[in-house]
């Protein structure tokens, strides 16, 4: 390297994303004293914290390339892919988690003047960056190598200290110098990603159409029939689903069923991926059960590999891209990957495939979801958050409310879990109410404790059961399970991977939680809210922005000298209420049978302001039996 360049100055500034403060545009420049700006640096700091769920959306909003990156990388939360922590396609296996650490950079483009060029400089500008200011806030330093004219650049990168993630076409730098990385020799790492193994046969550009007098559709209807000239078994077998592929495939020439198409597909790899049964199960029958562990293709995939990674793009194309609730695996992909998994002589963990459909349905990975979509992680994480709430929230009743006083509306913001109540419900707001608010978070915990089905409908019969007395007053007054069960869900995620990762901070080195099973579905907080029973179309909390609404109509009711008179219609009931409850601590058991007939009578109106009225006597049964033995 020229000593002419040794007193470079850098720069590097951040501009805020104009929609996400997460996604920040990085600027870097090396400069000279005397002979100025020689090299240009440009990128982004990306930071997942909050992101929700929304990472894809937001890379993708950005450009094709971040697009491209992210999509092949990261889940819709921002977190690595599990297909590139072990395995044929984890490369030489050096990264793993350590890239679901919150800010990453990612280097779009690294530009020295032509006349400069291979004296250093470049190297000089990517360790300015690791030294700037920005040093303690970023993990890992990310980059696609390419270059205009379509070739890779890989060599400067690696030199540099970046090795491949996976077997992809993406290089990594991280900045921990304990990390793998650094201990792995340039020709020790992948030296080839996947893709560049099996280059996209060349398209025609526009103007070769043009030149070549044929419309868009002929030239594409001339490229599928010359891929059915050259691949006949593989179009056969992605396209015909009926019992006759069994004669065709049984007719061609053996050495075709083991032959790969342009992109290293065997014929295996067509029939799991188009769900086409009848052609696997003939395909086994000819012996080609060891093409079921091939992975020499486009994608480094075996036919098994390449079914999950087409259902969990499926799921997160629709998710994401297409904001749609989505409903759960087809049954068609998940008896495939029962056959599959059967035929490889690997545990299913179920006796058939309608136990395992049930069992896989909601993305379960760890075969210990309960209902298939409940992990065990995601139950410890909604247990804390209600423990925490039901913990909390009687110390609002030593010093938030005043006895037999409705709390303005100005207080309710300092009430544990109080932005969780509808503004509509702000006049009804007494200590009696919020008594019964905490303990359906109570009911809550125990349900989520003792593993019981969690859902709205099993949470209110638990609550009107167990915590009559408490929650008498709440569910009268209009309150609903509903309004809780928002406040565990929200606050979990919040506090999740998907949120400020507070959470994983706190149980990093909880031995309870470190032994649970990880699993796909441990931060699928859209999906548990839609299964509990909170439709995603109905407003939820937070409702702060309502509050000033709700403060300007009380000042309007002072207006009307009305308010004095509610007031003290409220106190009259809450005295009434408080009455029936001591009289319930004083009543023997023919006085509690005595009350179940009087709640029987206000089973509609209590219905009317749950979720669907009291449960069925089998759940309700389930209820006692449980409630008996705690």
């Known amino acids: 390297m020229s000593t002419l360049f040794n007193d470079l100055a850098f720069s590097f500034t951040l501009e805020e994303g104009f929609e996400n403060w997460q996604l920040q545009t990085l600027i870097g420049t090396a400069t000279h004293p005397t002979l100025g700006e020689l090299a240009t640096l440009s990128g982004y700091i990306i930071y997942r914290r909050m992101l929700g769920g929304d990472f894809l959306v937001m890379m993708d909003e950005e450009s094709q390339e971040l697009h491209e990156f992210s999509a092949t990388l990261f889940d819709k939360n921002g977190l690595l892919k599990p297909r590139f922590k072990a395995g044929y396609r984890s490369g030489t296996g050096c990264w793993a988690d350590e890239l679901n650490e919150d800010a990453l950079a990612y280097i779009e483009d690294i530009t020295v003047k032509d006349e400069y060029r291979r004296q250093g400089i470049g190297s000089q500008l990517l360790q300015g960056l690791r030294e700037s200011k920005y040093k303690s806030e970023i993990s890992n330093i990310l980059c696609w190598p390419s270059t205009r004219d379509g070739s890779a650049p890989t060599a400067f990168f690696i030199k540099n200290g970046f090795r491949r993630i996976g077997r992809t076409q993406f290089f990594g730098y991280s900045m921990d110098a304990e990390h793998p990385t650094h201990q792995i020799l340039a020709s020790d790492d992948v030296q080839q990603s996947v893709r560049e193994a099996f280059p996209l046969p060349p398209q025609p550009s526009y103007y070769e159409m043009l030149a070549s007098g044929q419309t868009p559709n002929e030239i594409s209807d001339n490229i599928k029939r010359e891929r059915q000239r050259k691949f006949a078994i593989h179009c056969a077998i992605a396209s015909n689903m009926s019992d006759s592929i069994a004669q065709v495939i049984r007719r061609v020439h053996k050495a075709d069923l083991y032959a790969p198409d342009d992109a290293g597909f065997l014929p295996m790899h067509i029939a799991v991926q188009a769900r086409n049964m009848i052609a696997f199960k003939t395909l086994l029958t000819l012996g ?25 793009n499926g799921r997160e194309f629709m998710e994401t891209l297409l904001s749609a609730n989505w409903l759960g695996y087809a049954d068609i992909d998940l008896s495939m990957e029962y056959a599959v998994k059967t035929a490889m002589g690997m545990d299913t963990g179920c006796a058939t495939v309608q136990d395992y459909i049930a069992q896989n349905k909601h993305g379960c990975t760890c075969g210990r979801c309960l209902g298939g979509w409940l992990s065990p992680r995601m139950i410890f994480q909604l247990s804390v958050q209600a423990a925490f709430c039901m913990d ?32 509509s419900l702000y006049p009804n707001l007494s200590l009696s109410f919020y008594r019964g608010f905490t303990a359906v978070f109570r009911a809550a915990y125990e349900i989520l404790e003792d593993a019981f089905p969690f859902t709205a409908e099993t949470v209110l019969s638990h609550a009107r059961y167990a915590y009559y007395s408490e929650t008498i007053n709440f569910f009268r007054k209009g309150g609903m399970v509903e309004y809780a069960l928002d406040a565990i ?64 109509d009380d000042d309007d009711m002072d207006d009307d000298d009305d308010s004095e008179e509610d007031e003290d219609d409220m106190d009259d009931d809450d005295d009434e209420d408080e009455d029936d409850m001591n009289e319930d601590d004083d009543d023997d058991e023919d006085d509690r049978d005595e009350e179940d007939d009087d709640e029987d009578e206000d089973d509609e109106d209590f219905g009317r302001r749950g979720p669907g009225g009291m449960p069925d006597s089998a759940v309700m049964i389930a209820f006692l039996e449980m409630t008996e033995a705690r």
């Open 288 to 312: 080609r059960v060891e093409d079921l562990q091939n992975h020499h293709n486009a994608d480094g995939a075996t036919p098994l590999e390449l079914l999950r990674d087409n259902m969990v």
């Open 392 to 423: 909390n929230m009687p110390l609002d009743e030593v010093f938030v409310f005043k006895k037999r006083q409705v709390l303005d509306s100005s207080d309710i913001i300092h009430l544990y879990s109080g932005e969780f109540i509808p503004p």
């Open 489 to 552: 869900t929200s606050n979990a995620k919040d506090q999740s991977m998907v949120g400020d990762r507070e959470f994983y901070a706190t149980f990093a080195d909880d031995d309870e939680f470190v032994a649970l099973p990880t699993c796909a579905n441990d931060n699928e907080f859209e999906l548990v809210r839609r299964m509990v029973g909170l439709d995603s179309e109905k407003k939820w909390a937070p409702y702060r922005r309502y509050r000033q609404r709700y403060e300007d």
